[in-house]
């Protein structure tokens, strides 16, 4: 019994499979399932993720955009007893 047949026109993946498979010795059918398999794995761990995960992550992106010393103390919208100037 012969398996299905997976058909991908696309000359960039032709490129690809075919310089991976000499790198690597590897058939190109078996490159293609551990890529595949590699890709699932990824999406789902990105969707195991919870929202507070996604919004840490975030928040880590945005903190490396704000240079070195930087406070978010305000103290010079406050006087001696915290109180609105």
């Known amino acids: 019994m012969s398996e299905t047949q997976l058909s991908v026109r696309s000359t960039k993946a032709r490129d690809l499979a075919h310089a991976l498979a000499r790198r690597t010795g590897q058939p190109i059918n078996k ?9 699932d ?10 929202p507070i995960d996604v919004l840490s992550d975030l928040m880590a ?3 490396r955009a704000v240079p070195t ?4 103390a305000h103290d010079d919208f406050y006087d001696e007893y915290g109180l609105p100037r």
């Open 31 to 39: 490159l293609v399932e551990q890529a595949l398999e590699r890709y």
């Open 61 to 63: 992106e945005g903190r």
């Open 41 to 50: 794995l990824e999406l789902r761990q990105q969707s195991a993720r919870t």
């Open 69 to 72: 010393g930087t406070t978010s």
